[in-house]
């Protein structure tokens, strides 16, 4: 059974940083891809960020490009999401997932190519 736990989320102002943690077991994922995904209240879930487990590349939404971070610790398991120059519309309940069997070089970035997904993390930002 595939368990992802995300960790680090938090309350920080405008312009500070978090970094989220993603833990995944039950498998091996070295055919994997990791997504971070996000909600905001009112709002459909937004594709974030994606790395693929072993190789491949690193896919970015527009909107954190040059600020967010991700990046993976194969011996742990754990995919992070390092967050800069944090903004009050980054606000949202943050999601990682895994796509088992991800084929492509770069990760996707469509949820529903996703299998399971942790339980979400809270990222409040203030002004």
């Known amino acids: 059974q595939v368990q992802l736990v995300e960790s680090g989320g938090g309350l920080v102002q405008a312009g500070g940083s978090l970094r989220l943690s993603c833990a995944a077991s039950?498998?091996?994922?070295?055919?994997?891809?990791m997504g971070w995904f996000r909600q905001a209240p009112g709002k459909e879930r937004e594709f974030v960020a994606a790395?693929?487990?072993?190789?491949?590349?690193?896919a970015y939404a527009d909107s954190v490009k040059g600020r967010f971070t991700i990046s993976r610790d194969n011996a742990k398991n754990t995919v992070y999401l390092q967050m800069n120059s944090l903004k009050p519309e980054d606000t949202a309940v943050y999601y990682c997932?895994?796509?088992?069997?991800?084929?492509?070089?770069?990760?996707?970035?469509?949820?529903?190519?996703?299998?399971?997904w942790g339980q979400g993390t809270q990222v409040t930002v203030s002004s």
């Open positions: 790395i693929r487990w072993s190789g491949g590349g690193t």
């Open positions: 039950g498998r091996t994922f070295s055919s994997s891809a």
């Open positions: 997932a895994v796509d088992l069997y991800s084929g492509s070089y770069y990760p996707p970035r469509v949820s529903n190519e996703y299998d399971y």
